[in-house]
Every structure is written in structure tokens, then in C-alpha cells.
């Protein structure tokens, strides 16, 4: 759907990808050089805390999503994110995130779930696919698994909902490259421009009638760990605090407004394209 204009605060909501070891040891592969592949790590060391400080300082309830491997390693981790009262969402495991058919895939999404909730205490309210790959099946399947949303989109301005059958709905929370830190680090561009593009886009989804998804990443090559790149956020989070123009809120808040108001649409049928 195209966002109307409107005169009212813009939703601008936070989420953070905490990647640790599971990528990193994949990329390492046999030879398990994890001194070259220890990005991860460090968010988890210095980065996961820079960031919950600056959140902490502005207000800030993100949404922190970690695959179920990691959370199974880190749960003094998961615990400390819960304490300060963030949401702990599912990213997709290294097997999941190739987006295979069959029901292979969807078993390791609800091993994946119940994984994730052994580690919580409570199931897992978000979903997000790795890159994006995430297949019609898997829709269905998250709603059929008690997902209240999913955020692997990437194809509009304002959140919408999916009707995926059986009377169930998924919200759709779209990301946006230009509002996440990878899209800049990894290209090594500096902390400057990034913040430059991020406010750039977050007026422009303000005066479209919008909404601002700031997508952040822990590690400490693509991300937003290392201190000169978490001053890009705390002064970003400021400015969204001080402008009239934005309303910052937790996804979970955002979800239950989206909800009520939306009207659910069809899962497209890929399959006839």
C-alpha cells in the first residue's frame, strides 16, 4: 500500500541483529580460522553493551533478533537484553535461511522457535529471515507458530498485514537498506555519511506518511558496535527524541496499532510468476 501524508508523528521503531558465532563459524569453515571470523564476538564482548547504553538514554525498547544457535551459547547474553526490557526475536539459522520447500524447512523453523523460547522463557513474538529469503510456506508457517510479525520485506514505506489463512494474519514490518548500518559499513564507508543518509531518509519517510525502521547490526565490521559508529545512533535516537515529527516506540507497540488498523492482504502466489 502507498502511505498517505499525514500531519501525525511518523512511528520509529529499532531493531538490532545479533549475530555471534553462527556466521562467522560458517565462514570459517573446516579450517576454523575464527581469529579472521570474530566480528560477531565482538559485538557480543563490547558491542551488544555500547548499543543498549545509547538505548537506554533515549528510551529506547529495540527488538534484538539472534538465531536460536546463538542464543543457546549466550544466555546470560539473552538474559542481560531482557532485563532492560528489549524483545528477543528469531533470526533465521544458517539451514533456514536458504529458504528450501518442503517440510525439512519448516521442522527447523519450529525447532528453531522452540529453541529460542527454551532460552526466553516465553515464544518468540518476531521473525527475520537472512537476507531476506523467506519462502510463501514459512509465512504460513510463522502465523501457524503464534509469530505475531515478520520483518524481511522490504517492499513499502508503512507496515501491512498478511492474511495467511486459517483466520490467522502476520504483520510485515518492511526494512529499508538506506535506514540499515550495513549498508554503509560494509562498503566501508565512513560513520559521516551513514548518518547523513539516515536522517536524510528518516525525514523523507516522515513527511511521506511513513514509518522509520532503523535496522542495526552488533558485529564489529558491519555494524554499528564500535564506539565512533554507536555516536551515530545515540545522536540520531536524540534527534527523533527532540522532533515532534517522529513518535519512538517498541515494535510490540507498533504491532498492536498495525493490527487493529490494517486490513489483512494475500500472500502473493510467487509461484505463478
Not at 516465553?122 to 531476506?132: D, I, K, L, V
Not at 551513514?194 to 555494524?223: C, P
Request: hydrophobic share 45%; charged share 20%; proline share 5%.
Amino acid at each position: 500500500m502507498n502511505a498517505a501524508v499525514t500531519n501525525a508523528p511518523s512511528p520509529f521503531v529499532v531493531s538490532v541483529n545479533l549475530d555471534v558465532e553462527t556466521i562467522d563459524a560458517a565462514n570459517a569453515g573446516a579450517a576454523g580460522i575464527f581469529g579472521r571470523y570474530s566480528y560477531g564476538r565482538y559485538g557480543a564482548r563490547e558491542g551488544v553493551w555500547r548499543l543498549l547504553e545509547v538505548f537506554d538514554r533515549h528510551a529506547v525498547k529495540a527488538s534484538v533478533f539472534i538465531s536460536a544457535d546463538d542464543a543457546r551459547r549466550h544466555g546470560a547474553l539473552i538474559e542481560a537484553i531482557m532485563r532492560e526490557g528489549h524483545e528477543i526475536a528469531l533470526q533465521a539459522s544458517p539451514v533456514s535461511a536458504q529458504a528450501p520447500r518442503g517440510p525439512a524447512a519448516l521442522d527447523a523453523l519450529a525447532a528453531d522457535a522452540e529453541s529460542l523460547a527454551a532460552v526466553t522463557g516465553e515464544r518468540p513474538r518476531g521473525f527475520r529471515a537472512t537476507n531476506g529469503l523467506l519462502t510463501r510456506e514459512a509465512l504460513v508457517a510463522l502465523a501457524e507458530l503464534g509469530f505475531v510479525y515478520d520483518s524481511s520485506f522490504q517492499d513499502d514505506d508503512a507496515p501491512y498485514v498478511f492474511d495467511t489463512g486459517g483466520g490467522r494474519a502476520l504483520v510485515e514490518l518492511p526494512v529499508f537498506d538506506y535506514l540499515t548500518d550495513s549498508t554503509f559499513y560494509a562498503g566501508r564507508h565512513t560513520p559521516d555519511r551513514a548518518e547523513i543518509a539516515f536522517r536524510e531518509e528518516a525525514q523523507a519517510q516522515a513527511r511521506a506518511g511513513g514509518y522509520i525502521h532503523l535496522t542495526l547490526h552488533s558485529r564489529g565490521d558491519i555494524g554499528s558496535a564500535r564506539a565512533v559508529r554507536a555516536a551515530v545512533v545515540d545522536r540520531l535516537l536524540a534527534h527523533a527524541a527532540a522532533d515532534p515529527g517522529f513518535a519512538l516506540m517498541s515494535i510490540g507497540d507498533l504491532c498492536a496499532t498495525v493490527g487493529v488498523e490494517a486490513r489483512p492482504e494475500p500472500i502473493p502466489d510467487w509461484g505463478a510468476l
